[in-house]
């Protein structure tokens, strides 16, 4: 099992920054992918970004040049820089990993961008 809690939400103006953070414990290491998917009310959730061990990201076309993903694999932590926030990236940001045999999902934590 893992668990994923994130931190770092809340609310900020359109243009502003916000930076993401999620934690993994548990004792289903390692883990291989780690990342950030999003859901808007109404809305299915959506990948945003993920990353590998390795370090090499993948970003949704909607939020490159914007998000940058990185990782610390000492801490078991995965990151999520926003900048240049855009109203439609409003919405509950989840935590993601997979170790290779099932994917997990944190709790979800709450992003505002108000214009």
């Known amino acids: 099992q893992v668990q994923l809690v994130e931190s770092g939400g809340g609310l900020v103006q359109a243009g502003g920054s916000l930076r993401l953070s999620c934690v993994a414990s548990g004792t289903g290491f390692p883990i291989n992918r780690m990342g950030w998917y999003r859901q808007a009310p109404g809305k299915q959730r959506d990948f945003v970004a993920t990353?590998?061990?390795?370090?090499?990201?993948n970003y949704a076309n909607s939020v490159k040049g914007r998000f940058t993903i990185s990782r610390d694999n000492a801490k078991n932590t995965v990151f999520l820089q926003m900048n240049s926030l855009k109203p439609e990236d409003a919405a509950v940001y989840y935590c993601?990993?997979?170790?290779?045999?099932?994917?997990?999902w944190g709790q979800g934590i709450q992003v505002t961008v108000s214009s």
């Open positions: 993601y990993a997979n170790n290779n045999f099932r994917d997990y």
């Open positions: 990353i590998t061990t390795g370090g090499s990201p």
